[in-house]
């Protein structure tokens, strides 16, 4: 499957500005039968960006507007729904990797829902308990759905750090490591075994014999991103953008003695198959920082407070926020998943890093299908590990919209971690050196 980024970022930034207008769904339903078709397409051109090839190109916070844009859209015309919307279901939206086996998920490893604020938890609360009310009310034995009752009003949440890495399911059988599988579409992946055999913090035997599956997510370490940095540059080739991208591409080397130079470590937090008490066995795999038996009270107090994020950064991995999940299981058992996302979990992203620097430049730049795009250089500045000192302006509209300036002062930050992105100008940080940019007089460089 291959993927214009140019098209797709255009189609993007084209649907935004769309969305941004809170009467589009006045549009007549023609219109609007147009709109989710290209949303649907780019939704998935997305995906398999994020999932497959794992180079993002927007932020999960603008992936989220484009998916609700979708959600209002099936929600106010029910009768245009199609069955492969990403709101229906993930299967068969991406292409697997040809180079390694592919292989099924016994269960399907579904994607979490984002939320990015306490009233968005607080509406994931509620929708929640709304659903377990309902479903108790539909219970005849008494003692049954009096001790469901009673869980409801007293949820406790287990909350842990969320790694910004690559999803792995382990297959242990008769206690030995078997399988190893990406994520994938979520429902069939590649197999990856022998690469992952090389993680030398990722135990190969368990003492349960029984069939056992966990989730877990593989990660290249900060230290060990920047030292191999060192040596790529080193030997001109192009560094790591981020750890995730570099542990993502290292696990799909096919040759295995390169992957046991790349020092990937792997972190298990979950059960698919088999009791959660076998977690105690991959607890020296577990980030040790996680809150158990927090209310929902305490959830909001914690993503309130700055040392939360603070200190999570500090790791030597990257974590991008939280997960919180329902500790009981029989309440998580009872609230079940959608084809989309689990219910029983839910995860809290923190706010993208940004920085401030300033225009020096402008001038365009000639793109792979020959489109013309104007692109500022900027005062070079670190932006999560990068140096960022090019930042494209995607088209006089762009421009327009942000009111950008020559000279101007911008905040910046890194669409999914990877491609910079000028979110906004400070102009209160203006002078008498800004000037108004002519697009259409930026001279072509060929």
Same mark, same amino acid.
């Given at each position: 499957m291959s993927i214009d980024t140019d098209i797709i970022l255009q189609e993007t930034q084209s649907l935004q500005r769309i969305l941004s207008d809170q009467n589009f769904l006045q549009s007549s339903k023609k219109q609007i039968e147009d709109i989710y078709d290209r949303l649907i397409t780019t939704l998935i051109d997305h995906n398999h960006l994020y999932y497959i090839d794992n @180079? /993002? !190109?927007?932020?999960?916070?603008? =992936?989220?507007?484009? %998916?609700? #844009?979708?959600?209002?859209?099936? +929600?106010?015309?029910?009768?245009?729904i199609r069955d492969d919307s990403p709101s229906q279901t993930i299967i068969g939206q991406y292409d697997i990797q040809t180079n390694f086996e592919k292989s099924d998920h016994t269960t399907p490893i579904l994607s979490l829902q984002n939320t990015y604020n306490s009233e968005e938890i607080i509406d994931w609360y509620e929708s929640i308990t709304n659903m377990l009310n309902k479903k108790i009310s539909e219970i005849g034995n008494e003692e049954e759905k009096n001790n469901l009752i009673y869980k409801t009003q007293n949820l406790s949440f287990l909350i842990q750090p969320k790694y910004d890495g690559l999803a792995i399911v382990l297959t242990y059988n008769k206690g030995k490591l078997m399988k190893a599988v990406t994520r994938g579409d979520g =429902? @069939? #992946? *590649? *197999?990856?075994?022998? +690469?992952?055999?090389t993680i030398k913090n990722l135990s190969k035997i368990v003492t349960d014999k029984n069939t056992v599956i966990v989730r877990g997510e593989i990660m290249m370490p900060k230290s060990v991103r920047k030292s191999l940095n060192i040596i790529r540059q080193d030997n001109g080739e192009e560094p790591f953008s981020n750890t995730r991208n570099a542990a993502a591409g290292s696990l799909k080397l096919l040759d295995t003695n390169e992957v046991a130079k790349?020092?990937?470590?792997?972190?298990?937090?979950?059960?698919?198959?088999? *009791?959660?008490?076998?977690?105690?066995?991959?607890s020296q %795999?577990?980030? /040790?920082?996680?809150?158990d038996t927090c209310t929902i009270d305490d959830i909001i107090s914690l993503i309130n407070t700055t040392s939360t994020?603070?200190? !999570?950064?500090?790791?030597?991995?990257? %974590?991008? #926020? !939280?997960?919180?999940?329902?500790?009981d299981p029989e309440i998580r058992a009872l609230l079940w998943s959608t084809n989309h996302h689990p219910r029983r979990a839910i995860a809290y992203k923190f706010p993208a890093q940004q920085i401030a620097t300033q225009i020096e430049s402008i001038e365009r730049q000639v793109w792979r299908t020959g489109i013309l795009t104007p692109v500022a250089n900027l005062t070079p500045t670190e932006l999560s590990g990068v140096t960022i000192s090019r930042v494209s302006l995607h088209n006089r509209d762009f421009i327009t919209q942000k009111d950008i300036q020559l000279h101007d002062r911008v905040r910046l930050q890194r669409s999914g971690e990877v491609i910079p992105y000028i979110v906004g100008v400070i102009t209160n940080r203006r002078s008498n050196t800004q000037r108004k940019i002519d697009a259409d007089t930026i001279v072509c460089p060929a």
């Open positions: @180079t /993002p !190109l927007i932020t999960d916070t603008e =992936y989220d507007w484009l %998916f609700d #844009g979708l959600k209002k859209i099936e +929600n106010h015309y029910p009768d245009i =429902y @069939t #992946g *590649d *197999d990856v075994t022998e +690469n992952v055999k790349r020092w990937l470590v792997c972190y298990i937090y979950d059960v698919v198959q088999w *009791d959660s008490k076998i977690l105690q066995e991959f %795999f577990q980030w /040790p920082q996680q809150w994020k603070e200190d !999570l950064l500090k790791a030597d991995i990257d %974590f991008d #926020g !939280l997960v919180i999940k329902i500790a």
